[in-house]
């Protein structure tokens, strides 16, 4: 079987580079403070109230902290996101990149949910984690189906 | 794995017939729709803390009795092995009057225990202090509680003093819950419950502070509870182990684990609680000997430099 991979436009290599830099830049500054809570700054009084969440039971999952496991996640995102990643024709990896960032999607709509339903506090960093996750699904479902001839073509650039 | 071919134009023919942008606005929407609706969800309900009761809710026999009946086996299989969960002991005070308690007619070595329910790490704490102490007496009308939900550690399940007796040939037991874990809108903290006696205060103003207790580094953790002061032989400030161990948790569930001396929360608590025990025995002139002369209580004692 043939599949083919479609190039991108330079905007959604360059915007999903940079927004994975920006999300590890969060991830490592959560897990730091994850281990290290005094190295936490953020309000703490509220409906903001970063160290209520980054302690709750919620801040595991299945044994291993959130933090960790958003790390690792941008960590490979920014390898999948790379312009090098961008440029190569592995379908696979291009599938990869958009199943990681729609599985990513769904386990931040978790973590929102234990936010406002558990554990009733917003943590800012995570928020902005989010925004990250969120802002790359949109940029990588306005690109990858096209990349990847699900979808009939669309003038992207 | 499938053959892949680039092209290098993004315009290529139609598959399926759907226009590019479907995925991008079903995204959107989904997202969208579910946040807004946990908000709307959130908005719409009452806050949790609003609804707790202050009522107080005794503990049940069989938790109780896992409670104050952990295996000797246990105690002596974990020693003070914590590997998940590091834990810090009493520290030694010398030099200090003795602070006893007349029970019956004889001065027994008293106890203090000063904390408040909303408190996470008083909630950690209680865990290991009545386990050691149920090795030297027996608590009674012990109370379910759990830390408070605002608060780091929220929601850390425990028990509370506030009601609790305790008896024992060998110590005296004295405890304060100074709050509860409901929050008052009033005052922006948590509703009071157990006044400090003029002694306790003393205590507390004296030696729970930087010049006694070891661990601060600053003259801003004076006062920090849990305090508990072992007959000015001991002094205990914070919790000896991260509340963070207990999360997620319930009462039935770590007690029902207390038996199992592989479980890491098991082995945070029973270390805690043999390091309390060997300072209770430097207190009872290590008695009893069945709980003093024990391999726990041993390497505890090792561990905190007691001879």
Redesign the interface.
Known sequence: MSRTVESVPRWAVVTTFVLSIIGLGFSIYLTITHFQPHALVCADTGTINCAKVTTSAQSYFLGIPVAILGLFNFVVLLGLNSPWAWRAKNYWLHVARFALSVVGMGFVLWLIYAEIMIIGNICLYCTGVHIVTFALLIVLTRVTPTQLGWVASAPLE | ????????????????????????W???GV?LV??VG??V??MTSG??AAKASTTFEAVDATTMSQLTSVPTSVFNTVGVTSPVAPISGPSPLSGQPALTKTVNGKALPLIQYVGAEYCPYCAAERWSTIIALSRFGTFSNLGFAQSG??????STKTFTFRQATYTSPYVAFSAAETFTSIPDPATNFYFPLQKLTAAQTALVKKYDTMQYIPTFTSTQENGSIPFIDMANKFLSAGASFTP?TL??LTQGQIASALSDPTNPVTQAIIASANEQSAAICVLTNNKPASVCSSAGVKAAKKALNIK
């Open positions: 794995m499938a053959n892949a071919t680039a092209s290098k134009k993004a315009q290529t023919p139609a598959k399926g017939g759907r226009p590019a942008g479907l995925f991008t079903i995204a959107v997202v579910i946040v946990l908000v969800i959130k806050s949790p939900a605002s608060d780091v550690y929220p963070a999360a997620g």
